[in-house]
C-alpha cells in the first residue's frame, strides 16, 4: 500500500505541513500533492461531499504522493473505514470528548489486534487485492495515521488520557469551536487557548505522541514548534483565493476600476 508522508515525518519527528482543501476540484488536489504538500485536509463534517466525491479527491491526490487526511462528522465511525478504504492516510476525528470515545475511534480505524476495522482489500488502500491480507493488515495499522480533535473546554481537561490512548497518534487543538466554547469567539490570542495548547503539548509529550493545531502564520508555527508541535495545518484554498482577489482588487483600484461587493470587507479565516 501508498506510505504515509505524515507518518514517515512524524517518526522522524520532523514538521508535518498540512494545508485544507475545500473546493471539490480533483484538479487541485493533483496541484497541491504534486507541489509536495504533506497531506490535504479534506473535511466532511462540514461539507457535503459524498463519500463518492471524497474517493475521487483522494484518486487525484496519489498523482504526488500527498497524504489525504480526512474529517468525517463526530459519531460517524463507519465511514471512516470507507474513507480508509478509498486511500485516506489519516483520520481526522472531531469534538472527541474522552479517551473511551478516543478508544472508540482506534477501534474503527485499525485492524485487530489494535481495533476490529471490516476488512475488503478490493479498493484503492490495499490497493486493490494486489498486497498479501496479513501484510495488509500490518501495513495498514502502521501506515494509517489517528488524529484526535479536542475541541472542548473538557476534552482538554481529558487530554491526558486519550493522550495514553493506544493508537490515538496526534492530539490536535481546534481552536475556532474551543474559543466559542469557552465564552471567547474567535479571540485566539485569549489566554485561554494559550493554556489549552500548553495542556495538550504537556499530555502528548508525557504520552510519547504527538499534537499540533491550525497555524496562521511563520511566526506562530515557529512557536509551535518550539513547544514541540509537528503536525501543523496552514491555509486553505478559500482563504488563498480570497486573499488573492482582494489584492488584485487593492492593486487595480488607484487606475479607475471600480468593485460592488456584496457583502463587507473583512471575513474570518478559514
Not at 123 to 148: C, F, G, H, K
Not at 175 to 181: A, H, K, T, W
Amino acid at each position: 500500500m501508498w506510505k504515509s508522508k505524515i507518518r514517515a515525518k512524524l517518526d522522524r519527528n520532523e514538521p508535518a505541513l498540512i494545508t485544507a482543501l475545500h473546493f471539490c476540484d480533483p484538479s487541485l488536489y493533483e496541484l497541491v500533492s504534486l507541489l509536495g504538500f504533506d497531506g490535504i485536509w479534506l473535511d466532511l463534517e462540514h461539507h457535503a461531499h459524498s463519500d463518492e466525491t471524497a474517493a475521487q479527491l483522494i484518486r487525484a491526490a496519489r498523482v504526488g504522493g500527498a497524504d489525504v487526511m480526512a474529517r468525517p462528522a463526530k459519531g460517524e465511525f463507519m465511514r471512516m473505514g470507507r474513507l480508509l478504504e478509498a486511500g485516506a492516510r489519516a483520520i481526522m476525528y472531531p469534538r472527541c470528548n474522552d479517551a473511551a470515545e478516543a478508544a472508540e475511534v482506534v477501534r474503527w480505524s485499525k485492524f485487530a489486534p489494535l481495533g476490529e476495522r471490516g476488512v475488503d482489500s478490493a479498493n484503492p488502500d490495499n490497493p486493490y487485492l494486489l498486497q498479501p491480507l496479513v501484510e495488509y493488515l500490518e501495513e495498514a495499522n502502521r501506515q494509517n495515521v489517528v488524529i484526535i480533535q479536542l475541541e472542548e473546554p473538557s476534552a482538554v481537561e481529558n487530554a491526558e488520557e486519550i493522550a495514553a490512548v493506544e493508537g490515538v497518534d496526534v492530539l490536535f487543538l481546534g481552536p475556532g469551536d474551543f474559543s466559542i466554547l469557552s465564552g471567547v469567539p474567535g479571540q485566539f490570542d485569549h489566554p485561554s487557548i494559550a493554556a489549552a495548547r500548553e495542556r495538550i503539548a504537556q499530555a502528548a509529550a508525557n504520552a510519547g505522541k504527538h499534537w499540533g493545531c491550525p497555524c496562521g502564520s511563520v511566526e506562530m508555527a515557529k512557536s509551535l514548534l518550539e513547544m514541540g508541535a509537528r503536525f501543523i495545518c496552514h491555509q486553505s484554498d478559500i482563504t488563498t483565493m480570497k486573499a488573492a482577489l482582494e489584492k488584485m482588487q487593492q492593486d487595480f483600484s488607484p487606475l479607475g476600476f471600480t468593485f460592488s461587493p456584496r457583502f463587507p470587507a473583512g471575513g474570518e479565516s478559514v
